[in-house]
Structures are given as structure tokens and as C-alpha cells.
């Protein structure tokens, strides 16, 4: 099973949903951890602390390939073979800066349509949460039933 790690640029206070974060950290059975960062340009002097050898390293960024959740449900499935932690970069309202881009395997994007930032780790613990309840054959993901993927 993954670990989920997730590097949020900015303080703890600064996030919505914070009690919906612990939520899902408890359905996970404490599987996501949520770090934060006051400067990710502190991010590469950093990195060991947050990601043991065995990581895979995701971005949310705007340009990512869109995905959903059925299709982040494969990706977790098909790489938790290979991987025990998976770190998302969440950027600021900025995004990532290009030399953290570039140290990314995978880039992620939720969509089009622009989100605060400050919603990103609930809306990341969520789509966790109903990655592996997808993979589990659990009811919460009620797309199931009409997925997108053949």
C-alpha cells in the first residue's frame, strides 16, 4: 500500500477544509500526510526529509494530463508495485516553479477550471480516498458503474 505524501506551499492555517483532510487521513488509516512549506524554493534542499528512495514524484499543474478519478485509481494501482510513497506537489497561485516541474515523473491536472490552491490537499485526500475505493470495488465511487475506461 501507498504512503501519500502532499507538499502544500504555505502554512496549515492558510487550508480549506482541514477537518475533511483528517477525515480522509483516518479512512486511510493515517496513509496521507500533509506537509507544509512556507518557500518551495526550499523544496530541492528538502527533498530527503519528504521522500524516501522508493517515491514517486507528482505535480498538479495546470499543463498535466487531465485525469480522472478512475484513471488516478489505475495510476495508484499500477504503482504501488513498484513505489511505497507517492508525493504530490501542490503549487501556489503561482504553480510550480520549472526546476521542481522538471523533477517530477508524473504531472498531474484536475481539470481546466482554476481552483484556490488552499482546497487542493482536501480535494487530493478526497480523490485518494476514492482512488482506492475504486480499486477496492468499494461502493463510494458510484462512477463505477459507468466508468470511462473499457
Known amino acids: 500500500m501507498?504512503?501519500?505524501?502532499?507538499?502544500?506551499?504555505g502554512k496549515a492555517r492558510q487550508i480549506l477544509g482541514v477537518?475533511?483532510?483528517?477525515?480522509?487521513?483516518?479512512?486511510?488509516?493515517?496513509?496521507?500526510?500533509?506537509?507544509?512549506?512556507?518557500?518551495?524554493g526550499v523544496f530541492t534542499q528538502k527533498m530527503g526529509e519528504?521522500?524516501?528512495?522508493?517515491?514517486?514524484?507528482?505535480a498538479l499543474d495546470v499543463l498535466g494530463e487531465a485525469t480522472s478519478s478512475e484513471q488516478l485509481a489505475v495510476f495508484i494501482d499500477k504503482n504501488q508495485i513498484h513505489y511505497r510513497h507517492l508525493l504530490l506537489l501542490i503549487g501556489s497561485a503561482?504553480?510550480?516553479?520549472?526546476?521542481?516541474?522538471?523533477?517530477?515523473?508524473?504531472?498531474?491536472?484536475?481539470?481546466?477550471i482554476t481552483?484556490?490552491?488552499?482546497?487542493?490537499?482536501?480535494?487530493?485526500?478526497?480523490?485518494?480516498?476514492?482512488a482506492e475505493s475504486i480499486n477496492?470495488?468499494?461502493?463510494?465511487h458510484l462512477g463505477h458503474k459507468r466508468s470511462i475506461l473499457p
Open 50 to 58: 519528504f521522500a524516501p528512495a522508493d517515491t514517486l514524484f507528482c
Open 19 to 40: 477537518d475533511e483532510c483528517k477525515d480522509y487521513q483516518t479512512r486511510l488509516q493515517g496513509r496521507i500526510e500533509i506537509h507544509y512549506l512556507a518557500n518551495m
Open 136 to 140: 477496492k470495488g468499494a461502493p463510494y
Open 94 to 112: 503561482d504553480g510550480l516553479p520549472a526546476d521542481i516541474l522538471k523533477q517530477c515523473q508524473h504531472k498531474f491536472s484536475l481539470g481546466r
Open 2 to 9: 501507498l504512503k501519500y505524501h502532499i507538499l502544500f506551499p
Open 115 to 130: 481552483l484556490p490552491h488552499q482546497f487542493m490537499p482536501v480535494i487530493l485526500c478526497e480523490q485518494l480516498y476514492r
